[in-house]
């Protein structure tokens, strides 16, 4: 795996996959290794996929100082990654929890984002996440799953802080289709994620959502905002919160998708996704007066 070095001297990893213009590729979890994302759903026929490992996930090491595993302390590690791929601009795709760290850096770095995808993401950032009541509702909508029955207490529960649950109770939830795929993709989370950092990462005091929302309103590049029509965290209502405060998104749900978008329909994931960025990449080339 490639490596580079962020400012505080941590030393970073990051997957590659697929040949043309760069992607960088934000992980969710939070702070869980970039594997799971696997080729998001074959769109690194599309473009080379630049998956980050944040600190302390799959080949990156474990910062010195533990504070450092809050998301606004790893944005210079997002730009750190943009000069060692001597790139002027970035287009940035975000999952989940790493839509936060991409907001946080279009906020920081607007000029140095060409076009930002963000998927299923939960407006922590801006002080708008999911609520249980969203999530139960969302779970709601999965009655008659043959699983429904024995999960939705496990869910409930888990919800209302009775500690941790079995993902492979709770996982179909969180997926469009409960199959083979999606149960190995749930089973692996936990080897996947950094238990060290995970809720550093979302501290609150990394986040001024104020401020934030007025940064984000003078980013000018294009934005996608793709929410999943069956996933809980966040509803699509709620991820429109996400596209509202920009000045030029588009926002789009999946249809049957879950929380991984890409693993319940890859074809549509990645034609929709693929699409937007030849869009955005065609806007960013065009003469500037």
Do not use: K
């Not at 080379?48 to 450092?68: E, F, N, V």
């Not at 790893?74 to 791929?85: G, K, M, N």
């Not at 083979?180 to 749930?186: P, V, Y």
């Not at 590049?221 to 991820?239: Q, S």
């Amino acid at each position: 795996m490639p490596i580079f070095t962020a400012p505080d001297g941590t030393e970073l990893a990051y997957r590659e996959a697929g040949e043309g213009e760069p992607l960088v590729v934000l992980p969710g979890g939070p702070l869980r290794a970039s594997a799971y994302l696997g080729d998001l759903g074959g769109l690194a026929g599309r473009r080379r996929l630049i998956l980050l490992d944040l600190r302390g996930t799959g080949g990156s090491a474990r910062p010195a100082d533990p504070a450092t595993y809050r998301c606004d302390r790893q944005v210079d590690d997002v730009e750190a990654l943009r000069v060692h791929l001597g790139r002027e601009r970035l287009d940035v795709l975000a999952h989940s929890a790493g839509g936060s760290l991409a907001m946080l850096y279009a906020a920081r770095h607007p000029h140095r984002v060409s076009g930002l995808v963000l998927v299923t993401v939960n407006p922590w950032a801006l002080g708008r996440p999911a609520t249980a009541g969203e999530r139960l509702a969302a779970a709601r909508l999965r009655r008659g799953e043959p699983w429904f029955d024995d999960a939705f207490p496990a869910f409930e529960a888990w919800l209302g802080g009775a500690g941790e649950a079995d993902p492979a109770v709770v996982g179909p939830f969180f997926h469009g289709r409960w199959d083979d795929a999606a149960r190995a993709h749930e089973a692996a989370a936990d080897e996947q994620t950094c238990v060290e950092g995970e809720d550093r990462f979302l501290d609150p005091a990394a986040f001024d959502p104020p401020a934030l929302r007025a940064a984000l309103t003078r980013v000018t590049a294009p934005v996608l905002v793709l929410a999943g029509e069956l996933d809980g965290g966040p509803r699509p209502e709620r991820a429109r919160l996400v596209a509202d405060v920009f000045a030029h998104a588009e926002f789009a749900v999946q249809p049957g998708a879950g929380h991984y978008p890409w693993l319940d329909d890859p074809d549509r994931f990645a034609g929709r996704v693929g699409d937007f960025l030849e869009a955005a990449g065609r806007a960013d080339a065009a003469p500037r007066d």
